[in-house]
Structures are given as C-alpha cells and as structure tokens.
C-alpha cells in the first residue's frame, strides 16, 4: 500500500443472505445474496484504494430461512462472503493473494444485526486493538445497523457506516421490520444498558436475546415484534 496506517481500520460487511447455485464442476454451492455482492464489492474497492486494513464479513446463516448441509463449502454467510472477496481480488504490487486472505476477518456467530456487532467486536475486533471501523450494509437497513453497533461497540470506537443503493429501500414490508426492531433498540436495550458496556450486553446476549439463549421473556418480546411487523422477511 501507498501509505503507512498508524491505527488500524477495519470494514465490517453485514449479511443479507445466501443462495444455492451450480458451480464450474456442477456442485450446488452457496454464493451472496446479490445485495451483499454489492457491500462486498464496495468494501473490496475500498480496501484496495487502501480506505482500511481489513474486511471483516459476519454472519452464520437466516434461522427463518435455515441451511441446507448437503450443500458443498461453506455453509455460512461470512464464509461465503469470504470466499466470494477472494474469488474477486485481483493481485496487485500491494498485495498477493495470500497477502490478502490474512486480511479478511470474519465471525459466523451471528444471526441478526445485533449477533453482528457484538460478535464483530469480540472476535475480530478486540483481539486486533482496532478501534475505527466502517460498516457496511444496505440503505434499506443503515439505520437500525447504526443503532446497534453505536450501541454495542460504544464510545470507544470511531464508527462510520456506508448504506448500498438497494431496491429494498422503498418496501414497505421492510420498513416496516426496520421501524419495529429500531423502535426495540431504541426503548428496550439502549435506554436500559450504556453504550459499550460489554458485561451487561454480554448478559443480555445470554439470557435475553431470543435468537442466542431461548428464554421465555425475549421469545415473548420477539413474538411480539413479529405480530406488529407481520414480519415475512429474516430477523
């Protein structure tokens, strides 16, 4: 790279789901969701105009969607999105391939916006001392992206968030899931715990959040938000 990076910066790249197709050798395989193509392609553009230091992809799998295991490869949304970075970068005088790869971060722990930041944090993150991160997802969806990695990430960290141009953005089915789990964000988790407070999300994440621990209250809480949201799309 042109330039010496005194503190490092990483681009987080959220999910948005994968899709069985047929490779080269015929195998059904997993590849992005085309609206994750376009945040790949924009953190790969990015990194090589040497914007950050790393691409982090994050993301298990949809639980309203599942997964199907005969599929061959990887099974996950980090890993696919991996893959698929590699797949596209073109080895240039900064960086071989190889050189690459070592740049690419991922956390297959997640399986929301929240599991996002918080497991982006833990694995990838903390264990580097990076503190300047750029997020990036779809328009439809920067909001409520916003509130929880400002939420969960805290003041310590620089954050900027970049929203892909998506023909999601004026469906009103996901507005409308958008407002609901903005709206929860906003009165249920920031109101109660302080920005950063990695001990009472991490409680949180263990005892109340439906998706990780299964508890009565937040199954009762998510029921809800489905009900008021009609919700058809992934949580």
Known sequence: MSETRLEK?????????????????????YEPEEQVKDRLDKALDLF????????????NYSKRVGIDKTVHGPKNEAEVGKK?????FISSTHFTIKQFEER???????FDTIGNAWFAKQDCLLPRGIKECVV??????????K?????????GYKIDYIGIESELKDNQERKKVEDVF???????????????????????????????????RSEAQFNACMETAAITTGY
């Open 48 to 59: 090589i105009a040497n914007k950050f230091d790393y691409i982090v992809t994050t993301g």
């Open 104 to 110: 690419i971060l991922f956390e297959s722990r997640s």
């Open 9 to 29: 910066k990483a681009a987080i790249v959220l999910g948005g789901g994968i899709k069985i197709v047929k490779d080269m050798n015929d195998q059904r395989v």
């Open 147 to 155: 509130l929880c990695f400002d939420w969960v990430l805290g003041p």
């Open 136 to 145: 990036i997802t779809s328009d439809y969806h920067l909001e409520r992206s």
């Open 182 to 216: 903005s709206r929860f964000m906003r009165e249920a988790l920031i109101n109660a715990i302080p920005a950063g407070d990695d001990p009472q999300i991490e409680k949180f994440m263990k005892t109340e959040h439906l998706v990780y621990c299964l508890s009565k």
């Open 84 to 88: 698929y970075l590699l797949q596209n």
